[in-house]
C-alpha cells in the first residue's frame, strides 16, 4: 500500500476522523477567529470588570470586562502560530544538527556528536526558561527559546536514525561511486529517516504549545497588549476564586489544541507505518473470516494415515487475507508424513512455502496468517480443532517431543543471558527438573553436541560462542527432553561451510543415535541431498516432488522444476567456461509439468518411497484451523 | 586500458590499544588486468575487509594499495578520483539500493557520479536517461524497470542492477563480495553469466570474494585462499581444487556438496 493510500486508511479510522476534525476546527480558529471575532473580543465594557457568567458573557469577562471566551478564541492564532513556528525551526535546525556529523565526519563529527549530548542532558523547560530569560520578554523570544530547547533531542533522534541508515550497502555504494557525502547525507539518509521525525514533530508541537503557554504564564512570553492564551491563564489565575472561568477556559483550550497535535501524529504515525500497524479490529475480522471460510468447507474427509508417521498433515494450507479480504493461500494444500526415523528435506526457493511449512507444522504461524488443514497428527495426537471448538495448542509438545532450530543462532539465543541457563530452561519448564537436575542434564547434551569444555561453556554469554557452537546449543537444548522430531529452518544457511558440515554430521549422528525424525528445510538442494532420507520439494507453495533421496541422486525426480533445479547446482565437476546453467525468468514449471504429463502434478511418488502417503495435492475437502495463533 | 590492482603487504585493524583486532596481516596480491581472481576463507578470514580497503571504505593501518602505479589507499586529491575506476558490488541485495528511490534514479546517480569524476559536463536529462535503459539492458532488464522501486525487483534482479550500477562508473576492477550468497541457486547462475560476459565484452578486472569453491572453481581463472587475516594459498584454480597445499583448503573442498 502507498502512503496516501494507508493516510486515507488512516484517516478513516474514527481516531482519525477526530483529528481531522479537530484540525479543521482549529485550522478555523487560527485563520478566521481574530477576524471575526478580533474587534468584538477586544471590546472593554466597563460596566462589567472581571464578572462571573451571564448571558452576555457565557464565561464572564476579564479585569477589563472583555469577554473570555471571545478572548480564548482570538488567542488560537496567536498560541498555535507561534507553538508551530517554534516547533518548525527547533526540528529543522536539529535536523541539520544531527545530520551535520555524517557530513563532516572525523574529530569535528564527534564534537557535534558529544555537544547534542550534553544538551540532551538538561531538561527542554529548563533550557526555554533560561533562554528566554536570556533573550529578553517577547513573543519572539520565547519562540527562540523554545526552538533551542527543542534541538538537542531532535539532533539525537536524527543521528540516531540516521545511524541505522548509514551502516547500509546503498550508502557505500554511494561513497564507491564517489557521491559527494552532502549528497548522500540529503538523498539517502533524510528521506530514509523523514518519517519517524514528521510523527515526532507533530506530537512535539502540542508540547510547544504547553511549553509556550508555561512561559506566557511566567510572563516571559507574549506582552501586553497581545495576548495568547498562556498570558490569559496567567491572568485569570489571580481572580481563580471569584471567576474560575477566567483560568479554565484559555486552560482548556490548551489542552484540546494539544490533544489535536497528539491525536494527528497518532494518525501520522499510523498512515506513514511508524506505529503499530493493523488495527486489533482488522485483526479480529480476519480471523472472524478465517473461521468463516471453514465452517463454509463440506463435512470431512477420512484419510487413512500410516501408522508409524510421527508427523502427518492432510491438505495444509496457510493463508494470508488479500487486499479485499479473500483469502490468499501461501501454502496451497501439502501432504505428507514424516515417518519415524526419517530426516525429510524441504527444498525450495524463497517465496516457495517452505518455511511457511515448517512453522505451521511448529504451531508457530501468527496472524494475520492462519493455518488449516484436514487433518494434523502428530504423535499419535489429533492436533485439529477440539470438540469445545478450541484449537488444540502445541506449546506442550515443546521442549519434551519437539524441538526447533532456526536458522539465526543468534537471534534464538538471549545476548544477556548465559547459553546454558538456556539449553537447561528447558529442562525446568517442561520436564520438571530441579535447578541442579536441569543443569547437570544441560552439560551433557552440550557434550552429546561435541562443545569443548562444556562445564565451563555453560556459564558463557553467546557472544563468547561461534555460530557453529551457537547452533550446537540451540541443538542441545532441543534435546534436553526425548524428541520425537526436531524441526530445522535454514540452521546452516549463515554458517561457513565447513562448519555447516560439521552440524550436519551433528544432526545424522543424532538421528541415527537416538532415532529422532528431523525436518531439515532449506533453500540448498545439495545440502538436502546429502543429509536427508526423503526430500520433499515446493514450488510457489506447492508440494511438487516427495521423492527419496536416493532416487534424487540417482535422477529419477519426475517434476520439471526439481530437475532444473537440481541442473543449476554447481558442482567441482561443473563444466568451466561455458554458462552456468540457470532459471530463467518467469519460467512457470506448474504449467510446464501439466503439459508434459498431466497427473505429474497430482502425484509424484518416488520409486522408492517407503511407508509414506504421497498425495501432493490433498482432496479438496474440509479444513479446520489447527493450532491457529491463540493470543500469546 | 586496464591497470593491475596490486595489495603491498596491507594491513587492516579495527580498535585501538588492547582491543586492536587486525583483520588482515600483511597481505600481498595483485589482480592481473582483466582476470577473474577468487577469493575465498571463511567468515572473519579477512576478504570482505581487504576488498573494503581497496574501495576506500575502509583504510588500511600499514603497505599500500595501488592501482597501476597510483597509490589509492589513504588517497587524497586526485588518488581519490583513481580509486574510483574499483567498483564493489555488496552481498546483500535487501540494503543495496536506497529503498525510497526508483532503479532508474539509483542507475542515474552512477552516472553522475562518473561524470563528475572526469570533470565532463552533467550530461542531459535524455541522454542520462537512455544511458539507463542501455545499462538495464545490459543486464538483460527490460527499460521499463527503470520506473521500479527495489522492493518491486526480486533478490537476483536487484543483484543484476547492482552490476549495472558499478558499470555505469566504467571500472576498471569490480569487486564482487559473496553477491550470489543471499540468492537461491536457480539464479545464481544468471547473474554470474551475465557478470562473465560483462567482464569479457569491457575488460575489467574481477575480484570474485566466496566462500562456494564450485562456483569459484567454475568462473575464476585463479584462486587465493585467506584465513585468519593472512593469505595462505595462490594460484591457477585446478592447480588448487586438484592439488591443495593447506589442509583449510582442503576442508573447503571436502564441503562442497556432491550430488
Redesign the interface.
Known amino acids: 500500500m502507498t502512503t496516501s493510500r494507508r493516510l486515507i486508511a488512516s484517516l478513516r479510522t474514527p481516531l482519525g476522523m477526530l483529528a481531522l476534525l479537530a484540525c479543521a476546527a482549529l485550522l478555523f480558529l487560527v485563520v478566521l477567529g481574530p477576524v471575526i471575532w478580533g474587534t468584538s473580543a477586544a471590546a472593554t465594557d466597563t460596566s462589567k470588570i472581571a464578572t462571573g457568567a451571564s448571558p452576555e458573557h457565557p464565561f464572564g469577562t476579564d479585569g477589563s470586562g472583555r469577554d473570555i471566551l471571545l478572548r480564548t478564541l482570538v488567542a488560537a492564532r496567536l498560541s498555535v502560530t507561534m507553538a508551530l513556528a517554534a516547533t518548525a525551526v527547533g526540528v529543522s535546525v536539529g535536523i541539520v544538527v544531527g545530520l551535520l556529523p555524517f557530513i563532516l565526519g572525523g574529530r569535528f563529527g564527534q564534537w557535534i556528536v558529544a555537544g547534542i549530548n550534553i544538551g540532551v542532558a538538561f531538561p527542554g523547560l529548563l533550557l526555554a526558561i533560561s533562554f528566554s530569560v536570556i533573550l529578553g520578554q517577547s513573543g519572539l523570544a520565547a519562540t527562540l527559546a523554545i526552538a533551542i530547547a527543542m534541538v538537542p533531542s531532535y539532533g539525537r533522534l536524527t543521528h540516531n536514525l540516521g545511524a541505522s541508515v548509514w551502516g547500509?550497502?546503498?550508502i557505500?555504494?554511494?561513497?564507491?561511486?564517489?557521491?559527494p557525502v552532502w549528497k548522500t547525507v540529503l538523498?539517502?539518509v533524510l528521506?530514509?529517516v523523514r518519517d519517524p521525525l514528521i510523527v515526532n514533530a507533530a506530537v512535539t508541537s502540542g508540547n510547544a504549545l504547553v511549553s509556550f503557554a508555561g512561559l506566557s504564564f511566567l510572563g516571559l512570553g507574549i506582552q501586553v497588549p497581545h495576548y495568547d492564551w498562556g498570558r490569559m491563564l496567567s491572568e485569570g489565575m489571580s481572580r481563580i476564586f471569584v471567576n474560575p472561568a477566567a483560568a479554565l477556559v484559555p486552560g482548556i483550550a490548551i489542552i484540546l489544541a494539544g490533544l489535536t497535535f497528539v491525536l494527528l501524529g497518532e494518525v501520522l504515525g499510523a498512515a506513514l507505518g511508524t506505529g503499530t500497524r493493523g488495527s486489533v479490529i482488522a485483526k479480529f475480522r480476519r480471523r472472524q473470516k478465517a473461521r468463516e471460510a471453514v465452517l463454509e468447507s463440506p463435512a470431512s474427509s477420512t484419510l487413512s494415515l500410516s501408522e508409524d508417521a510421527v508427523y502427518s498433515v492432510r491438505n495444509l494450507r496457510v493463508s494470508a487475507s488479500g487486499h479485499h479480504g479473500e483469502p490468499n493461500d501461501l501454502v496451497k494444500g501439502v501432504s505428507f508424513d514424516i515417518g519415524r526415523g526419517e530426516i525429510v528435506g524441504i527444498v525450495g526457493?524463497?517465496g516457495s512455502g517452505k518455511s511457511l511449512t515448517l512453522m505451521s507444522l511448529a504451531g508457530l504461524i501468527e496472524s494475520p496468517l492462519y493455518v488449516s488443514a484436514d487433518s494434523a497428527h502428530f504423535d499419535g495426537q489429533d492436533l485439529t480443532i477440539r470438540a469445545d471448538g478450541h484449537p488444540a495448542r502445541l506449546d506442550r509438545h515443546f521442549g519434551e517431543k519437539l524441538a526447533m532450530v532456526f536458522q539465526d543462532p543468534m537471534a534464538s539465543l538471549n545476548p544477556a543471558l548465559h547459553v546454558g541457563g538456556q539449553v537447561a530452561e528447558t529442562g525446568l519448564l517442561h520436564l520438571g527438573l530441579s535447578r541442579a537436575q536441569a543443569r547437570d542434564r544441560a552439560i551433557e547434551r552440550l557434550e552429546d553436541v561435541r562443545i569443548p569444555d562444556a562445564r565451563r561453556r555453560y556459564g558463557q554469554y553467546p557472544h563468547e560462542f561461534s555460530?557453529g557452537m551457537r547452533q550446537r546449543a540451540m541443538i542441545a537444548a532441543g534435546l534436553m527432553g526425548s524428541p520425537s522430531l526436531i524441526l530445522a529452518d535454514e540452521p546452516t544457511t549463515a554458517l561457513?561451510?565447513?562448519?555447516?558440515?560439521e552440524i550436519l554430521t551433528l544432526l545424522r549422528q543424532i538421528n541415527a543415535d537416538v532415532g529422532t525424525s528431523i525436518v531439515f528445510v532449506s533453500?540448498?538442494?545439495?545440502?538436502v541431498?546429502?543429509l536427508c532420507t526423503r526430500v520433499l520439494v515446493m514450488y510457489r507453495g506447492h508440494l511438487v516432488e516427495n521423492i527419496s533421496a536416493e532416487a534424487l541422486?540417482a535422477g529419477h525426480a519426475e517434476h520439471p522444476y526439481t530437475r532444473?533445479?537440481?541442473a543449476?547446482?554447481?558442482?567441482?565437476s561443473?563444466?568451466?567456461d561455458v554458462?552456468?546453467?540457470?532459471?530463467?525468468?518467469g519460467t512457470d514449471f506448474l504449467a510446464e509439468a501439466d503439459q508434459q504429463e498431466p497427473s505429474d502434478a497430482e502425484c509424484a511418488p518416488g520409486p522408492e518411497v517407503s511407508s509414506t502417503t504421497n498425495s501432493v495435492s490433498g482432496t479438496p475437502a474440509a479444513s479446520a484451523p489447527i493450532f491457529e495463533e491463540e493470543s500469546r | 586500458m586496464t591497470r593491475a590492482l596490486s595489495f603491498d603487504s596491507v594491513s587492516i585493524s579495527y580498535g585501538r590499544g588492547v582491543n586492536t583486532f587486525t583483520a588482515v596481516d600483511s597481505v600481498s596480491l595483485r589482480l592481473v588486468p582483466g582476470e577473474i581472481l577468487g577469493l575465498v576463507g571463511e567468515s572473519g578470514s579477512g576478504k570482505s575487509t581487504l576488498a573494503r580497503a581497496a574501495v576506500g571504505l575502509t583504510e588500511p593501518a600499514a603497505g599500500h594499495i595501488r592501482l597501476g602505479d597510483t597509490v589509492i589507499s589513504n588517497a587524497t586529491g586526485t588518488a581519490v578520483k583513481e580509486r574510483r575506476r574499483i567498483q564493489m558490488v555488496f552481498q546483500d541485495p535487501q540494503s543495496c539500493f536506497d529503498p525510497r528511490r526508483t532503479i532508474g534514479e539509483s542507475l542515474d546517480e552512477a552516472i553522475v557520479a562518473a561524470h563528475r569524476r572526469e570533470n565532463e559536463p552533467r550530461p542531459s536529462t535524455r541522454s542520462r536517461a537512455a544511458r539507463v535503459s542501455e545499462l538495464l539492458d545490459s543486464v538483460s532488464l527490460p527499460a521499463d524497470r527503470a520506473a521500479s522501486m527495489p522492493a518491486e525487483l526480486s533478490g537476483g534482479q536487484r543483484q543484476r542492477v547492482a552490476v549495472a550500477r558499478s558499470i555505469a562508473a566504467k571500472p576498471e576492477v569490480i569487486l564482487a563480495d559473496e553477491i550470489t550468497s543471499a540468492l537461491d541457486v536457480s539464479v545464481q547462475g544468471t547473474v554470474l553469466n551475465l557478470l562473465r560476459e560483462l567482464q569479457q565484452e569491457l575488460g575489467f578486472s574481477l575480484l570474485f570474494i566466496s566462500h562456494n569453491l564450485a562456483v569459484v572453481r567454475a568462473i575464476c581463472e585463479r584462486v587465493a585462499v585467506m584465513r585468519g587475516g593472512r593469505l595462505v594459498e595462490v594460484g591457477e584454480t585446478l592447480d588448487i581444487m586438484e592439488s591443495p597445499k593447506q589442509e583449510y583448503t582442503r576442508e573447503l573442498i571436502a564441503a562442497v556438496p556432491s550430488l
Not at chain 1, 557505500?172 to 557521491?179: E, I, N, Q, T, Y
Not at chain 1, 561457513?496 to 558440515?501: K, M, R, Y
Not at chain 1, 543449476?568 to 567441482?572: D, I, L, N, S, Y
Request: without cysteine; aromatic residues 2%.
Open positions: 547500509r550497502d546503498f557505500s555504494a554511494a561513497h564507491v561511486l564517489g557521491v538523498r539517502h528521506p530514509n526457493e524463497s555460530g561457513d561451510v565447513t562448519v555447516q558440515a533453500h540448498d538442494i545439495a545440502v541431498t546429502s541422486r532444473a533445479l537440481l543449476t547446482v554447481p558442482t567441482m561443473t563444466p568451466r554458462p552456468l546453467p540457470s532459471i530463467p525468468d
